[in-house]
């Protein structure tokens, strides 16, 4: 059964660097795909990035496009979001998500593909 833990979360001020971590223990299929998800309170989840284990392929939503990050460590079985000019707008919880056996659409990053979520880490950004 695999496991995720997401750490790196903290405040930071309007315009600073920020690099979340998701920590998977046990097998990841190859061909899964882990993404990065976020929600901020009254707002609905958000998928922000996903990578495709095996090719490295990655896919990022508009509100991110050029700021964050995505990139996987397999020998560590961990997979980073690098977030660069931080805005107001990007305080949420974060979450890591796997799409356990099953690959993941080519250009969409929704909840429904993904069954194995972390916990969470608070990223909050400070105008």
């Known amino acids: 059964q695999v496991q995720l833990v997401e750490s790196g979360g903290t405040s930071v001020q309007a315009g600073g660097s920020l690099r979340l971590s998701c920590d998977a223990s046990?097998?990841?299929?190859?061909?899964?795909?882990m993404a990065w998800f976020r929600q901020a309170p009254g707002k609905e989840r958000e998928g922000v990035a996903r990578?495709?284990?095996?090719?490295?392929?990655?896919y990022y939503a508009d509100s991110v496009k050029g700021r964050f990050t995505i990139s996987r460590d397999n020998a560590k079985n961990t997979v980073y979001l690098q977030m660069n000019s931080l805005r107001p707008e990007d305080t949420a919880m974060y979450y890591c998500?796997?799409?356990?056996?099953?690959?993941?659409?080519?250009?969409?990053?929704?909840?429904?593909?993904?069954?194995?979520w972390g916990q969470g880490t608070q990223v909050t950004v400070a105008s």
């Open positions: 990578i495709v284990l095996g090719s490295r392929r990655t």
């Open positions: 998500a796997s799409s356990g056996s099953s690959g993941c659409p080519a250009a969409v990053i929704a909840s429904d593909d993904y069954n194995i």
């Open positions: 046990g097998d990841l299929y190859i061909w899964s795909c």
